[in-house]
Structures are given as C-alpha cells and as structure tokens.
C-alpha cells in the first residue's frame, strides 16, 4: 500500500498542480477579458473625445466666421461711425449760420408786413386823397354854376 499510498500522493499532488495550473490559465484569460473590456472602454471614450474635439472645432470655427463677420461689418460702420462724431462740432459751427438765418427770415417778414402796412397806407392815403379832391371839385362845380 506504500507504493498506491506514493502514487495516490502523486496523483493528488499533480492534480492539485493541475487545478493550480487551471486557476493561473482562468486567471489570465479573466485578465485578458478585463483588458479587452479595457481596451473596447478605451477605444469608447477615444471615440468620444473626437466626436467631442469635432464638436469643438465646429464651434470655433464658427465663432471665428462670425468674429471675421462681425469685423467686417465694423469696417463699414466705423466711417459712418467716424462721421457721427463731429456732427455736434458741426452742429456747433452752424448756429450762428443759422441764427443769422433766422434773423435774415425775421427782417425779411417784418419787411413784407411793414410793405403791406405801407401799401394800404398808401391805399387809403390815396382813397382819402381822391375822394377830398372829388369833394373840393364838387364844390367848385356847384359854386360856379
């Protein structure tokens, strides 16, 4: 029995080789499986960071149109821009023209009322004028006869 007790021993020591063996190959395919899920969730968020990069240089580009947009669109307004600053030194410059103006317009009014004035003066001066001479000529006329 020493003999089947050593080749039970030998039995069992190579089969308790044989499980550690299996365990290690378990083990390295379960290693194997984590680093393929590893590697998929690596390929995952790759994906994702270029989608989300894309993303980003559609946005940028995008803001640099519309910054290139907009700065042209300043270029054409700052003449008009420029211009609309000295309006009130223009402004300025023009109020005594045109109180001179005003004044001129005012004369020139006061100069057609006091024409007016001055014609129907004239008018009734004249009216009053006839109608004494047709009075003095009425009464010279009916003294001579």
């Given at each position: 029995m020493?003999?089947s007790?050593?080749?039970l021993n030998?039995?069992?020591?190579t089969?308790?080789?044989?499980?550690a063996?299996?365990?290690n190959?378990?083990k390295?395919l379960?290693?194997?499986?984590?680093?393929k899920n590893?590697?998929?969730?690596?390929?995952?968020?790759?994906?994702a960071?270029?989608q989300?990069r894309?993303g980003?240089?559609?946005?940028?580009?995008s803001?640099?149109?519309?910054?290139r947009?907009l700065?042209?669109?300043v270029a054409?307004?700052?003449?008009i821009?420029?211009?609309v600053?000295?309006v009130?030194?223009?402004?300025e410059?023009m109020k005594?023209?045109?109180e001179e103006?005003?004044?001129s317009?005012?004369?020139?009014?006061?100069?057609?009322k006091?024409?007016?004035v001055?014609?129907g003066?004239?008018?009734v001066?004249?009216?009053?004028?006839g109608s004494a001479?047709?009075v003095?000529?009425?009464?010279l006329?009916s003294?001579s006869?």
């Amino acid at each position: 029995m020493t003999g089947s007790q050593g080749a039970l021993n030998h039995l069992t020591a190579t089969v308790a080789a044989l499980q550690a063996d299996i365990r290690n190959l378990t083990k390295v395919l379960d290693e194997e499986k984590g680093l393929k899920n590893l590697t998929k969730a690596f390929d995952e968020e790759r994906h994702a960071a270029k989608q989300h990069r894309d993303g980003l240089q559609n946005i940028i580009a995008s803001l640099t149109e519309g910054i290139r947009v907009l700065t042209a669109q300043v270029a054409k307004i700052e003449p008009i821009a420029e211009s609309v600053r000295t309006v009130p030194a223009e402004i300025e410059e023009m109020k005594p023209v045109v109180e001179e103006f005003r004044i001129s317009r005012d004369e020139a009014q006061g100069r057609r009322k006091l024409g007016k004035v001055l014609w129907g003066f004239v008018i009734v001066v004249g009216g009053f004028t006839g109608s004494a001479i047709g009075v003095v000529i009425g009464w010279l006329l009916s003294r001579s006869h």
